[in-house]
């Protein structure tokens, strides 16, 4: 069975740190884009970060940047999101994905991906 599994969200204030943390199962990742997508209540799921699978090339959304870092440990077979200075606008359930290589490597739309884990929530409030 080919498996993403999400795990490290949960409630944190303002400012605060999240670790998302995605394991590959039934296959290795090296060779896939891999991306962390969000949706929100009432809003469409968008791209957050995703990184690709030649060059480990990186793709951020604009207001997370410098904010989210993406990492991918193959050793693991596991991608990271490290989730700094979180905001309530980051409220969301969170998904990991895999799709195959693409020409820019960290293409991060999600018609694109086709394995999906379950999904973690991360809800940021006071």
């Known amino acids: 069975q080919l498996q993403l599994v999400e795990s490290g969200g949960g409630l944190v204030q303002p400012g605060g740190s999240l670790r998302l943390s995605c394991a590959a199962s039934?296959?290795?990742?090296?060779?896939?884009?891999i991306g962390w997508f969000r949706q929100a209540p009432g809003k469409e799921r968008e791209g957050v970060s995703c990184?690709?699978?030649?060059?480990?090339?990186?793709y951020y959304l604009e207001s997370v940047k410098d904010r989210f870092t993406i990492s991918r440990d193959n050793a693991k077979n596991t991608v990271y999101l490290q989730m700094n200075s979180l905001k309530p606008e980051d409220t969301a359930v969170y998904h990991c994905?895999?799709?195959?290589?693409?020409?820019?490597?960290?293409?991060?739309?999600?018609?694109?991906?086709?394995?999906w884990g379950q999904g973690t929530q991360v809800t940021v409030s006071s």
């Open positions: 994905a895999a799709g195959p290589s693409h020409p820019t490597d960290n293409y991060c739309t999600p018609g694109w991906y086709d394995l």
């Open positions: 990184i690709g699978s030649s060059d480990d090339s990186t």
């Open positions: 039934g296959f290795t990742l090296d060779y896939y884009v």
